[in-house]
């Protein structure tokens, strides 16, 4: 499951690079999404830990 996250974080990281050659994105709007993508892997780390304890 950590390899899916990973691997969906990257993907999407890409897809924002790629996009932002096609459409113009302000680059703060850019640096929320990636923001809100480490805040999301980070509770599921934080709540991964938890089930396992």
Known sequence: ?????????VVVVTLLVNIDRVVVIDD????II???IAAA???Y??????KLN
């Open 1 to 9: 499951m950590k390899k899916l996250v990973a691997l969906t974080s």
């Open 28 to 31: 703060h709007i850019i640096a």
């Open 34 to 36: 990636l923001l809100v």
């Open 41 to 43: 892997l980070s509770v």
């Open 45 to 50: 780390e934080y709540k991964r830990k938890e």
